[in-house]
């Protein structure tokens, strides 16, 4: 499914609180991560993952702003 229903159902929520949270703790790992590292690869690539993090947990922020529209 592509599209938010027009009702989000309790335990739809409580998958999308989760999967939002999931988000969030590992960005902010991440990122805690990508400043304690020395080595520039490991750097980047905690950096790259806490930025991937943060825009799927904007996806999923958005879904619930759009609701039932669909726009």
Known sequence: MNTVPAMVS???LSY??????WNFTLSKKANHFSQEVQDVVLKEAFTNLANTLKAHYQVLLDALYVGGSNE
């Open 10 to 12: 309790t335990k739809d």
């Open 16 to 21: 999308l609180e989760d999967m939002m949270n």
